[in-house]
């Protein structure tokens, strides 16, 4: 029986909650009974743990304090839908209790629940009882009552486990759709099943298995649950944000705007996860550009398992749907003009199209349905402005946020006409955010940078618009962005060669490519692109 946690415990700890929440994984999405699908809350809560123990396991920090800290960034960077984001705030105020060179014992675990408690509900927008936000408090508080009495570690995990139960058991008369489903809150349960592997890893022993919290259901209603939210709703948007603080303020107003389920958190270095859910999807993922830069975009329809929402059309208006691309070269142009975008030129130390422009681009095409392709991370303001703009006077505009070109031929290569709208936004946001890019350049001045110091004439090679090469030839800097881009694999290498790209070069890439990966294809275009003699894409 454990005193303390130290490092080995963090671990073990990290493992049987995996292994736990894999185990009793379709039991929690069965539970979940909120009156719009997606009945994941058991995947969502392992996807989160399983992200925070993969953290742990790449850092593998020598001190206990330094594997909460781990687990907890991890967790809140790994976190899928509500209960994982609200999962990861508990883990950060254990982690937050627990300075470097403390005693991680029952007092501070105690402090630690209450910490996590307060962070969670502090993450919601609309906080409601019931759910796993109860199910913590009413943990946390146990724990505190024992640790102000003296208990030691053990009798405070399993205080703190037997009150979750208890709470876990009254969340039916809390909520009275769990009443009317005869069934216990998902997310609860999934907490349950962290406090239990705690309380096992701490007292050494194989803790009885917990009954089956549901009960026997008509198949409507299993087939109308989904973790959090309202039935107004038909999508799960959720990505990672780096931006400020202040700019993550007016983001929480305008995201409570659109929908609802909102749980924005921060990880620290200016790093957010956000979750909401809402009919339009391109306005929550507009809103994340404006406030920053989002990463990791997921978008779920609910509407897989039950009626569409009301709020999104089911049939095409007659204006049809047009993409509106900016391209910065010749080139390019033809590109998405073959695709059967409008092109605006521009980008790419050219003066980029203003919101005017666009919207004048937008009103020429006659469709009602727009999607604009920025291909650029300093347009991505002015597309959010213009959609934001033309949506006021009745179409229906989103934004796929393409950093660069790579990442809108990705994205319009996927889209589909017959699709509805929403579901074509979304394969083409996922596509853009797939595709991760890279670009190469010239230094005009010195300057110090990721990589090291520059001297003007250097040649920086770039990846998701970070310097991490300095090199002296262009072909000599995009052969190594290849490399460092298919370390993490890739089946397909776009290569756009600007117009100051040194000749012979595609060949070069095209053959360098064929002797170190074999198995990836390479498609070569003329994008005619000035700054840049090449960019670079991989799927």
Do not use: K
């Not at 894999?22 to 392992?46: H, K, M, S």
């Not at 009317?180 to 349950?192: N, T, Y």
């Not at 996922?430 to 520059?454: D, I, P, Q, S, Y």
Request: hydrophobic share 50%; proline share 5%.
């Amino acid at each position: 029986m454990l005193a303390a946690l130290d490092p080995s415990a963090i671990r073990r700890w990290s493992t049987a909650t995996l292994a736990a929440l894999e185990t009793y994984r379709q039991e929690i999405d069965d539970l979940n009974v909120f009156p719009v699908p997606d009945g994941d809350t058991g995947t969502n809560l392992a996807l989160t743990v399983r992200a925070a123990t993969a953290a742990l396991g790449a850092a593998w920090p020598p001190d206990t304090a330094g594997c909460l800290a781990v687990l907890a960034r991890g967790a809140v960077l790994g976190a899928r839908g509500s209960s994982g984001v609200i999962l990861s705030q508990i883990l950060r105020g254990v982690a937050a209790a627990c300075p470097a060179e403390s005693e991680v014992d029952g007092a501070r675990i105690a402090a630690g629940l209450s910490r996590g408690a307060e962070l969670a509900y502090a993450a919601v927008a609309a906080p409601v009882e019931g759910t796993i936000l109860s199910v913590a408090r009413a943990a946390a508080d146990a724990a505190g009552g024992l640790a102000a009495g003296g208990a030691g570690l053990a009798a405070v995990v399993e205080g703190a486990a037997t009150e979750a139960a208890r709470a876990l058991a009254r969340t039916p008369s809390q909520l009275e759709v769990l009443a009317r489903a005869g069934v216990v809150d998902a997310g609860g349960r999934g907490l349950l099943v962290v406090l239990d592997a705690l309380a096992a890893v701490v007292t050494g022993r194989v803790l009885a298995a917990r009954e089956p919290q549901r009960a026997a259901r008509p198949q409507q209603l299993l087939e109308t649950a989904r973790e959090t939210g309202s039935s107004e709703f038909g999508y799960e948007v959720q990505y990672l944000l780096q931006a400020e603080d202040a700019a993550v303020t007016r983001l929480r107003v305008d995201l409570a705007g659109l929908g609802d389920s909102l749980v924005v958190v921060g990880a620290g270095d200016g790093q957010w996860n956000v979750h909401v859910h809402v009919n339009d999807v391109g306005a929550a993922l507009e809103a994340g550009v404006e406030a920053g830069r989002p990463f990791r975009i997921t978008v779920t329809r609910f509407a897989d398992q039950r009626d569409r929402p009301p709020a999104v059309a089911t049939t095409p208006p007659a204006g049809g749907v047009a993409i509106v691309a900016v391209a910065p070269g010749e080139g390019l142009a033809e590109l998405f003009e073959s695709e059967g975008a409008r092109v605006v030129r521009g980008g790419a130390g050219q003066p980029g199209p203003s919101t005017a422009e666009l919207l004048a681009v937008i009103g020429g095409s006659g469709a009602d349905r727009v999607v604009i392709v920025p291909n650029s991370g300093d347009l991505l303001a002015v597309a959010g402005a213009a959609a934001a703009e033309a949506r006021a006077g009745g179409r229906q505009v989103s934004v796929v946020p393409s950093r660069s070109p790579v990442q809108g031929l990705a994205a319009v290569a996927v889209h589909d006409p017959g699709r509805r709208f929403d579901d074509d936004v979304i394969a083409m946001t996922e596509a853009a955010a797939a595709t991760r890019h890279a670009a190469v350049t010239v230094a005009v001045r010195e300057a110090l940078t990721m990589a090291g110091r520059c001297a003007a004439g250097d040649v920086l090679g770039l990846v998701e618009s970070e310097v991490v090469l300095v090199g002296e030839s262009v072909t000599g800097v995009s052969r190594e962005l290849v490399d460092r881009l298919l370390v993490t694999g890739g089946e397909l290498v776009t290569v756009i060669i600007g117009a100051d790209a040194p000749e012979g070069l595609a060949a070069v890439l095209g053959r360098h490519v064929l002797a170190t990966h074999p198995e990836v294809e390479v498609v070569v275009y003329p994008g005619g692109q000035p700054i840049y003699p090449v960019l670079l894409g991989v799927e």
